[in-house]
């Protein structure tokens, strides 16, 4: 079997040992792989924290038959009545069937009503992990059917020293400033991390353009435009964001939101961001450019603190 060639795949922790993440929670798995007896569990935080790679590692460490759904691709109820109920309905030769619906937010409120009486009906020989990024779009009978388990992401210095060590496996050269600044740009995204490394790496070295150092900056260069609004913050704000070369803009809402002391007047505005904040994000989700969503937002907030 061809071994894998992106570092992400290539490197997935296959047990606990190897998983980076909070010791209590590993505790808690190890104790579902030991008694080969997993209960239905659902694991939700930011991407590339390691969710589907604990959901995997479930079912690699115990004796089952198991079924890998992303619900992101497939997210109707026909989905979950035809291949869930079929799988779960079926014979097994192992004791027991596990069904991963990855990205579980992304299923329709429909398909998550079903599911929850599927959970029930096929409790004594099959269990559900389920993952999603945003725990509040899972409906509530579908969340109590489950352990709810949040995904903390490991600490900076953590990631730091998992990319070091796949480097070295990888008889990579690396400065040791270039794996702080990708870990500081794409934290807590471990996948983004360990891609970003392998495509900077040219001819057995990481190579990081240093005129993106000024892209980690630009939150900073945001608030300054939002605290002393003109006539050219919209422009500026526009400029930083191109010169960042940002990919995901997720991060921008939450920050924006954090920091609405440091930009508003007072409390009036502070709803009015707020609300503006929540419609933004929600669409952001149909959108296929994301920049232009994003500043759609900055033009909004620009007019109410002005």
């Keep these: 079997m061809k071994q894998h060639s992106i570092w992400n795949e290539k490197y997935r922790p296959n047990d606990l040992t190897t998983f980076i993440g909070n010791e209590q929670l590993k505790q808690i798995i190890s104790q579902y792989i030991n008694n080969n007896d997993p209960i239905n569990m659902l694991f939700y935080g930011p991407p590339g924290s390691g969710k589907t790679t604990l959901a995997k590692l479930i079912v690699n460490n115990i004796e089952c038959d198991y079924l890998f759904l992303n619900a992101s691709d497939e997210r109707g109820i026909d989905t979950i009545r035809d291949k869930v109920q079929g799988f779960a309905s079926s014979a097994s030769f192992k004791p027991l069937k596990i069904i ?16 929850r009486n599927i959970i029930e009906t096929y409790s004594r020989t099959t269990r559900f992990i389920l993952t999603c990024n945003y725990l509040e779009r899972i409906i509530d009978p579908l969340q ?32 040791n400033f270039h794996v702080a600044f990708v870990v500081n740009k794409h934290y807590p995204d471990i996948r983004k991390i360990l891609n970003t490394c392998q495509v900077n790496t040219v001819d057995g070295k990481l190579v990081i353009d240093t005129s993106l150092l000024t892209s980690s900056n630009y939150k900073d260069a945001i608030l ?3 605290k002393a609004p003109s006539k050219n913050s919209f422009k500026n704000i526009r400029q930083t964001l191109a010169d960042s070369n940002l990919d995901d803009f997720e991060e921008i809402y939450k920050f924006l939101y954090d920091n609405l002391d440091e930009y508003t007047k007072d409390g009036v505005q502070q709803a ?13 989700n149909f959108r296929i450019d ?17």
């Excluded at 991963?100 to 599911?115: H, R």
């Excluded at 109590?144 to 990888?170: F, M, Y």
């Design 100 to 115: 991963i619906l990855d990205e579980a937010d992304f299923l329709t409120i429909q398909a998550q009503a079903s599911l």
């Design 144 to 175: 109590s059917r489950c352990q709810v388990l949040k995904i903390t992401p490991p600490s900076k210095k953590e990631v730091a020293q998992h990319v070091a060590n796949v480097l070295d496996q990888e008889d990579i050269n690396y400065e």
């Design 224 to 226: 300054k435009e939002l």
């Design 272 to 284: 009015m961001i707020i609300i503006e904040i929540e419609n933004y994000m929600y669409h952001a």
């Design 290 to 306: 994301k920049e232009i969503n994003v500043m759609a937002l900055i033009s909004k907030i620009l007019q109410t603190i002005q």
